[in-house]
């Protein structure tokens, strides 16, 4: 069992109810990653049906503490294929975590989807081994678990907002893996859309302090071969206090495997 | 009254759940448009709370036939600013039609908002009297109400599909106002990111006929100016029998309103 399997593990009541544990280590300064608390809860979501997340939407209620959770499941309709499944995640200590509404299903066979049409290409990143290890500011980074559970290797382009140099751009790209290198699936992806910086640390006009995340969708488009992750995340409208940011992964075969959106509030905090 | 808000109107019972009427004439061959669904939902959802949607998201569940729904509300939780509310629509006749979840929010006023950072551009129309009235094949057009109750203005390089010539890439431009001229409000906004023609039209490898939605997430951006919206689709990844349609609406001075994704269905049937 692979550490984000252990993380993310779920245990039923046999009622609808699951039991899990936020547990120590997937945080960034206190607060779980909020890409881990879909993925958990998506376990459950997902054990109910008997078919792994196709879309999720998750809107956040708080932040997500260390400490036992409930995730309440709810089967809102079971067809041949898809099954619609609605949850919330409440911790026993403080309250209302997560509600969530998704898609469950397998992906298709690929012989029997017809034609592709791909109108992108994977992000251009140099070698992993050339991207850089660290995203957070320091001071962040030293009090937050979440950083030794994965992989998250910068583009050079996009990190300067560590040292107060923000790209100009609100674009963040690199590579993803776990730090066990145990393999990405379905669940894997539904953290991995969130696993990076916020973008909007690349835009000068913004602190580099939390940006709460309202809402995070993501679609799971394909089952990741093996290897590290190639991901892209950019906002093109921040206003009104609030960015979406747009995220794509892309596996070792050139294949787009999940994309997401979130709505996020811009950091009002100080650095 | 407006036509939609007549249309879309709903009833409270008193105790979250609200009653109205899938309205003829709002339908594409008999099958109301998912827009005009998730628009009547939210209606009842931002009753409970006092709020206007800020994001929503709808799985789809069977197609909405005209005839009596319900729509129960559920408060999940109601901040000062936030409310996070989901819910689900029924057809009386036919069965679940709708699954919802969403954060109800008015938008910010200007002066609290800090800096905005826009990196997109609305999309290059010809004007509204240059862009072509009717998007779906003359077949599809002729049994379906809800092209007299909007004036979708297709871009007329995307609008081939029509005569069996589609331009070859997955995107739909044109602008959308009512067809009664009344103002587009956060309601309206959920009807107009589903308002065009399936963008999978424009490619030759798929047959011109309906595109089931998953799933679709609209992000209400800001309030629209009046006179005429500009609207911008595409599609990035059609790939394992499915496709995402990112949609942009943009209002009179060029702010972007609404953004949208949903996951739909490639068409396999007859065109």
Redo the contacts between chains.
Sequence with gaps: MSEFERATAVTPRGDGTYDAVITEGWDIAGNANGGYLIAMAARAMADVVGRPP??V?G?Y?SPGKVGPVTIDVEV??AGRR?A?V?A?MRSLDHG?VL?????FSE??E?D?????????EPPDLPPFGECVPSGPPVAVAATSGFGQQIHARYHPDDVGFGEGEPSG??LVRGWFEFADHSPVDAFGLLLVVDAFAPVSFN?P??PVSWAPT??L?A?V??VPAPGPLRTQFR????????F?EDGEVWDSRG??VA?S?Q?AL?P?GPA
């Excluded at 509600?99 to 898609?103: A, N, Q, R, V, Y």
């Design positions: 196709l879309s939407t809107h209620l809102v309709r898809m619609v609605r919330t209302e509600s969530l509404l998704g898609t992906q298709p690929p029997t989807v017809g034609p592709s049409v791909i109108d992108a751009t609100a835009r006009e913004f309202l809402e969708t679609h488009r394909g906002s093109r409208f921040i206003q009104n206090g609030m979406e294949v787009l994309q959106r709505l811009v009002r």
